[in-house]
């Protein structure tokens, strides 16, 4: 949907950037002073504090030699800040960076070489109306000092504002030390005093060094590039190319790929539904993701005119989604799927064999995510959670066999008891058996309980086994929580996704009407005390529900939904995803049957709503036409609008103020237990 953009103040122990002109283009200004206050505990707290707390780590890596990591982690409010740790000598976190501005966020940190950290930085501001993101990359020393932009700022002259600040595509140059190489998108440039013109425009990469910011041209500006992908030696060797009709994008790309020794660009012969996602210079190979039988593959293609395809990972069961790469040279070493839980296909047995020997030695055979790596691969970051457990960061060390433990990605939950997840399945009124999770409050006989239906985002998502905060909150308030992976969930194959949930949104919500069925048939919980509750999507198909089985669920809890169908397409137009959208959502009778907003006087159950004020996923308009909509046929609803805040409502007093609130409306309409 439409991108968004942010009035920012950004300190580098400290260091502030701003947007000027509303958003015109970014300025930098140095300003250094001392900051030194790391926060890695908390004191007690009540459900409520607890689980609408952020993260305690937001991203993690580690130095190439091993010896410090790179920590986001949350400062007061919403704001981020990035801390140094020196391993080695178990010294005091340095804070290095710090977002103080709610309407940015630091999304990712990363070491450039062992002194030198890259972070991204995103940001949204609203301008004439609509919400546009902006993004820019940043380095800064392990110390706080040097702090620089890597994004290039655009000339005074451009006819148009950069919102991309570019993505790194690879960390390691051959032959070029302290260099990376970066993408960089370029807008004309014109001036009637000068005549000077630029009429250079599109994405391009550029060499980087990241020590003295000095730049070369890799790839020069293409306004049909959509994507480079370079190889592990730091080569680019793939590029999408996009194409348009009447300045919108069509929705089809190709590929063109680059022989390993030559500069020529040459056709990539791949068929239509696959997708390059890496190169491996060793083999000479692309690892792109394409579909077989119904269900998302990865494959290996030849990059020497043969197109050469090898079929790498398959399931019958379950879309292969993810690509797991590890190392400076981001290394493949395997690729993973969810069953009733997420899954890996490795390629590197080391790796296998220590997954399932950690998956052993660690209590609740947790799932085993490996996260970043020292240059030689001989220390590995590694988190393992599970459903009753958000997750720890640990350190491996494979010359020593020393596994340390360093981070919890959530403070205070170490000693908090947890309801159990587990999988579960119902029939749809057709018949069909629909995959899901239930979590029980802990110690519960799972009998006559109050219950939510928790339908998940998306509608491209699912919902996968593991912990979840919302449910786990709610299932320590005493409440039953199913998660079910409806029709036109994502990770299931075609058929299961259908025509996405929207265009098939009468059996998405079908589903999940269902699901809330199922709980009372089987005497978990009390029809007189069932809920649902969701999010972004999930508050659509909550309000949905209400539409299509009125008074089946006793309260509606919805979270930035999307409310009318129609309004979601309208909303893109002047993007040039616009098409995309509008494709998307499709056309017909079911825009307007579909639309919750625009049903109102169908909705008999109690309404409560939140939405963030500068939400660029789902337009806050959706809630308040909804309030105006139930308000025009003699109804209410409980809104909440939170001022400043984006879709994801990622602020701990928010959260904390929502649950709250959530847990108020839901006694009220359901009763004590």
Same mark, same amino acid.
């Given at each position: ?22 958003? %015109? ?17 908390? #004191? ?41 740790? /020196? ?37 949204? #501001?609203?301008?004439? =109306? ?16 040097? $702090? ?5 700022? +655009? ?50 990469? @550029? ?6 910011? %000095?730049?070369?041209?890799? #790839?020069? &500006? ?13 080569? *680019? ?34 068929? #239509? ?10 083999? /000479? ?6 579909? +077989? ?19 790498? *990972?398959?399931? @019958? ?42 998956? +052993? ?17 001989? +220390? ?18 494979? /010359?020593? %066999? ?54 998940? =985002?998306?509608?491209? $998502?699912?919902?996968?086994? =593991? ?128 639309? &919750? $907003? ?29 309030? @105006? ?13 939170? %001022? ?5 409502? @990622? ?19 359901? =009763?004590?237990?």
């Amino acid at each position: 949907m439409a991108f968004a953009t942010g009035l920012i103040s950004i300190c580098l122990a400290t260091i502030f950037w701003r947007l000027i002109k509303l958003l %015109k283009y970014f300025s930098a200004i140095l300003m250094f002073t001392a900051w030194c206050t790391p926060a890695f505990s908390q #004191e007690s707290m009540n459900d409520d504090e607890l689980f609408g707390a952020r993260l305690s780590v937001l991203d993690v890596s580690i130095s190439p030699d091993g010896s410090k990591l790179a920590i986001i982690a949350p400062g007061g409010k919403s704001e981020e800040i990035v801390y140094v740790i /020196n391993i080695e000598t178990a010294g005091q976190p340095k804070a290095v960076l710090r977002n103080n501005d709610p309407l940015g966020e630091l999304i990712w940190c990363n070491w450039a070489t062992n002194d030198r950290v890259i972070c991204q930085l995103r940001t949204v #501001e609203r301008d004439q =109306g609509r919400l546009l993101s902006f993004s820019r990359l940043i380095v800064v020393d392990d110390d706080g000092a040097n $702090a620089g932009m890597l994004t290039q700022p +655009k000339g005074a002259n451009a006819l148009s504002i950069i919102q991309d600040g570019g993505s790194v595509i690879s960390w390691d140059v051959d032959g070029e030390d302290d260099t990376i190489l970066m993408t960089r998108e370029f807008v004309p440039e014109s001036s009637n005093g000068t005549q000077i013109y630029s009429n250079q425009e599109g994405l391009g990469v @550029d060499a980087v060094n990241v020590k003295t910011l %000095k730049r070369r041209r890799a #790839e020069k &500006p293409r306004n049909v590039a959509a994507r480079y992908i370079a190889d592990d030696s730091g080569r *680019v060797r793939l590029m999408a190319v996009r194409t348009f009709k009447d300045g919108y994008l069509r929705g089809d790309t190709t590929y063109l790929y680059r022989d390993a020794g030559k500069d020529d660009w040459n056709p990539f012969e791949i068929a #239509e539904d696959m997708v390059p996602v890496a190169v491996d210079s060793r083999t /000479n190979r692309a690892f792109a993701f394409g579909t +077989k039988d119904g269900f998302a593959s990865l494959y290996s293609i030849s990059l020497d005119g043969n197109e050469t395809i090898d079929l790498l *990972v398959h399931r @019958d069961n379950a879309d292969v989604d993810s690509l797991l790469r590890i190392g400076r040279k981001n290394r493949v070493v395997g690729a993973s799927y969810a069953t009733d839980r997420r899954q890996i296909a490795f390629f590197d047995e080391e790796l296998k064999g220590l997954a399932a020997s950690l998956q +052993k030695a660690l209590p609740g055979n947790p799932l085993i995510e490996f996260v970043d790596s020292s240059e030689d691969e001989s +220390k590995l970051l590694i988190i393992a959670s599970r459903d009753v457990d958000p997750g720890m960061v640990y350190l491996f060390d494979k /010359n020593t %066999k020393r596994l340390e433990e360093l981070l919890p990605l959530r403070n205070g939950m170490a000693d908090i008891e947890m309801g159990t997840m587990r999988t579960v399945s119902y029939p749809a009124a057709d018949g069909t058996e629909i995959p899901a999770y239930l979590t029980l409050p802990p110690r519960s006989d799972g009998r006559d309980l109050p219950a939510l239906v928790m339908p998940h =985002g998306g509608p491209s $998502a699912r919902d996968e086994w =593991g912990f979840d905060w919302l449910a786990q909150y709610f299932a320590r308030q005493g409440y039953a929580v199913l998660q079910p992976n409806y029709r036109g969930s994502a990770g299931y194959g075609s058929d299961w996704y259908m025509r996405n949930g929207f265009q098939s949104w009468r059996i998405a919500v079908g589903d999940v009407a269902d699901a809330g069925r199922w709980l009372v048939n089987q005497n978990i919980a009390d029809a007189d005390k069932l809920a649902i509750v969701g999010w972004s999507y999930g508050g659509y198909a909550a309000l949905q529900s209400d539409v299509v089985a009125p008074g089946l669920f006793k309260a509606v809890v919805a979270i930035a939904p999307v409310t009318d169908l129609g309004m979601l397409k309208s909303e893109a137009e002047g993007f040039t995803n616009f098409r995309l959208v509008e494709k998307f959502v499709g056309s017909g009778p079911h825009v307007s049957a579909g639309s &919750p $907003a625009r049903n109102a006087d169908s909705i008999v159950s109690p309404v409560l709503l939140f939405h963030g004020e500068y939400d660029e996923n789902v337009s806050v308009n959706h809630s308040r036409l909804m309030v @105006d909509a139930l308000k025009d046929v003699g109804k209410s609803a409980n809104y909440v609008e939170y %001022k400043g805040l984006d879709h994801y409502l @990622d602020d701990s007093e928010t959260r904390r103020s929502m649950l709250k609130t959530t847990t108020t409306f839901l006694t009220e309409h359901l =009763g004590e237990d």
